[in-house]
Antibody, heavy 121, light 112 residues
Framework: QVQLVQSGAEVKKPGTSVKVSCKASGYTLTFHYIHWVRQAPGQGLEWMGIINPSSGSTNYAQTLQGRLTMTRDTSTSTVYMELSSLRSEDMAVYYC??????????????WGQGTLLTVSS | QSALTQPASVSGSPGQSITISCSGTSSDIGGYNYVSWYQQHPGKAPKLMIYEVSNRPSGISNRFSGSKSGNTASLTISGLQAEDEADYYCSSYTGSSTLDVVFGGGTKLTVL
């Protein structure tokens, strides 16, 4: 069965970076796009960006451009999300999700379990 | 690009039907049939309930249905059950160069 398994919770200081992994199983990673979505405490969902695991091409929300990097390792079926220059507003649960449909944008059919990022000095 | 607009909360009694609206613009909901709905229980990841406006994934009850008219999409849940109590989010593709996908602010469904 399809699964997206994310790395564990992180605690980071302001100004540092975090790298979260998302390991896919039950399907071929390169066949479907992967998105990252975050959710601040008590808030709604926020789309962050998308990666094509086959080509490595990415597209990021403009608000995160310059701080966000998505990469993939096809040999381990893993996608990574790195966010730099962390600030308190980045404190959230981060989800990876598999994208379906035209260019992977139509909907998200499977989600990772989420990774809690705490940003605190 | 602003978030889609959803009511903050809706409620209904077991067995009743409720509808959650999701209002956008011609650049998102009105421009594409790529509206999806997600259910999220506390502390859990979102779960796909409706995709491409009105399609149900395998395993999702036919009590859940979706529709769209102009720039507004709707999720209807009929025969409310206690386990339907959760947060619900709508989402749409935007085609924007600055924000490809937009979510609604979420609606808390309470089953009385």
């Amino acid at each position: 069965q399809v699964q997206l398994v994310q790395s564990g919770a992180e605690v980071k200081k302001p100004g540092t970076s975090v790298k979260v992994s998302c390991k896919a199983s039950g399907y071929t990673l390169t066949f479907h796009y992967i998105h990252w979505v975050r959710q601040a405490p008590g808030q709604g969902l926020e789309w962050m960006g998308i990666i094509n695991p086959s080509s490595g091409s990415t597209n990021y929300a403009q608000t995160l451009q310059g701080r966000l990097t998505m990469t993939r390792d096809t040999s381990t079926s893993t996608v990574y999300m790195e966010l730099s220059s962390l600030r308190s507003e980045d404190m959230a649960v981060y989800y990876c999700a598999r994208g379906r449909g035209r260019d992977g944008y139509n909907y998200f059919d499977y989600w990772g379990q989420g990774t809690l990022l705490t940003v605190s000095s | 690009q602003s978030a889609l607009t959803q009511p903050a909360s809706v409620s209904g009694s077991p067995g009743q039907s409720i509808t959650i609206s999701c209002s956008g613009t011609s650049s998102d909901i009105g421009g594409y049939n790529y509206v999806s709905w997600y259910q999220q229980h506390p502390g859990k990841a979102p779960k796909l309930m409706i995709y491409e406006v009105s399609n149900r994934p395998s395993g999702i009850s036919n009590r859940f249905s979706g529709s769209k008219s102009g720039n507004t999409a709707s999720l209807t849940i009929s025969g409310l059950q206690a386990e339907d109590e959760a947060d619900y989010y709508c989402s749409s593709y935007t085609g924007s160069s600055t924000l490809d996908v937009v979510f609604g602010g979420g609606t808390k469904l309470t089953v009385l």
